[in-house]
């Protein structure tokens, strides 16, 4: 294969294509195909861009119908048929049925990024207030107000500026013997705490980026709890993990708890195409026209995906499928891969798992990582040092895939650990 055009001519910067050196061409379901013919199960999924896998015909036939009708293409953020047609379908199908029905709707820009700027630009105009709370080990974005809440240092070296206005709390992993809810009540009720009162928290319900941590539900209840007491806003951030990822369309549900604020991406864009939405309390609109704009606020095309990948969402019944894939990988993990080597952690939820290798030395990843891709899989890793790696197959994987995936993950463990 010929890398030269990439290596000459792009950036430095790039990053995925380094781990996975393949010239890729085309993809159908769970399945990447090179430009040799080599197939890959993808178990990476855009970073959870793929939830509904490549390219389904579900959406492709909805998507091709519209080029075909000269659909309009780019309006701004202008009414469209499409739009319309998402929100009515978005709003009836998702959010009303889970008791979200009167939440806003904005589209703030097509990446993830997009969204949580919005969401954090909303809650400090809110709260009247600077300060947000984040938890350590997060990813929230390499905008730079989103990035001052992202916490691994070598994307934050990037910024060139001070990343201000954040408070990293440890995240509920971290220290077990120590209440971080009750530590946080502390930071904003001691008149000695040094901390100035926050205008929201932002967490993802599980940690994707920070090692695949789950979150507890008491956890989740008593953050809502505390936000409601001392009027700050709950900001939880789906882009990585939403969209069913969970085993629910919302990773929050499992936790009965509703944000005021909650950010999508990724997979909401039905098969890859950009969108971004910041979803908010009726009460939370209060944006004067245009104050967040942006001349990519309205992808028509995702929006005609999206729309689609509802009905497959639900058509589908992705959320019982992800739970009995979640008892296939979990059982496997536990009784094929743990024996491996007692130093091995296993951690995760619905379609989302990792692999934590950080006992074993910090090689151990990236030589299973490369070990896989040899064998025709590709995941990534996550965490501290990038100890973990990455479970995340497509929603759709068939039983029989998701096996094979997990097969050759398993082989290439062994052959890394000799
Ligand atoms: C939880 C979370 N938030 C925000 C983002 C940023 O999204 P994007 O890369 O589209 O800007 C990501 C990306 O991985 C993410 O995982």
Redesign the pocket.
């Known amino acids: 294969m010929d890398f030269s055009v990439f290596e000459e001519h792009e950036s430095c910067v790039r990053s995925y294509c380094r781990k996975f050196p393949a010239v890729l061409k085309s993809s159908k379901g769970a399945i990447i195909k090179d430009v040799d013919g080599k197939e890959y199960i993808d178990f990476f999924c855009g ?2 861009a793929l939830n509904y896998g490549h390219n389904p015909d579900e959406i492709k036939k909805k998507l091709i119908e519209y080029i075909e009708g000269d659909g309009i293409l780019h309006a701004l953020d202008m009414y469209t048929e499409a739009k319309g047609n998402f929100i009515s379908k978005f709003q009836k199908d998702i959010l009303e049925p889970r008791g979200l029905g009167d939440y806003k709707i904005m589209f703030p820009g097509p ?4 969204a ?1 700027e919005a969401a954090l630009k909303l809650a400090r105009k809110a709260k009247k207030r600077n300060t947000v709370v984040g938890l350590m080990g997060a ?4 905008t730079l107000g ?1 990035l001052a809440l992202t916490c691994d240092k070598e994307s934050r070296l990037g910024a060139g500026v001070m990343l201000n206005d954040v408070l990293h709390i440890p995240a509920p992993y971290m220290f077990p013997e120590l209440d971080t809810v009750k530590y946080l009540e502390t930071l904003i009720t001691d008149d000695h705490s040094g901390t100035p009162k926050p205008a929201a928290v932002i967490l ?1 319900t599980t940690q ?2 920070g090692g695949i941590e789950v979150f507890p539900v008491d956890y989740l209840k008593r953050m809502r709890e505390l936000c409601d007491k001392y009027d700050m806003l709950l900001i939880v ?1 789906d ?3 939403g969209c069913g990822r969970t085993g629910t369309f919302f990773s929050f549900e499992r936790a009965g708890i509703k944000p005021d604020i909650f ?1 999508l ?2 997979s909401i864009g039905g098969c890859g195409l950009p969108m ?1 939405l910041t979803i908010y309390k009726p009460e939370l609109d209060i944006w004067s026209p245009g104050e967040h704009n942006g001349t990519f606020r309205g992808n028509q095309l995702a929006f005609v995906a999206a729309t689609a990948a509802v009905d497959m969402y639900n058509g589908m019944k992705l959320d019982e499928r992800v739970k009995a894939g979640e008892k296939i990988i979990s059982d496997f993990l536990e009784n094929e891969i743990k024996p491996l080597d007692s130093r091995i952690e296993v951690r995760g939820i619905g379609y989302i798992w990792g692999i934590d290798f950080s006992a074993l030395g910090e090689d151990v990843t990236p030589r299973v990582i490369h070990e896989c891709f040899d064998r025709g899989l590709i995941a990534e890793s996550a965490g501290r040092k990038n100890a973990v790696l990455k479970l995340m197959p497509a929603l759709i994987t068939d039983e029989e895939t998701l096996k094979k995936g997990l097969g050759i993950i398993k082989d290439s463990i062994k052959a890394v650990l000799g």
């Open positions: 970073a959870g990446t993830g990024t997009n949580v990813f929230h974005g390499m989103a993802e994707a980026e951030d882009i990585q993990i950010v991406s990724k971004s």
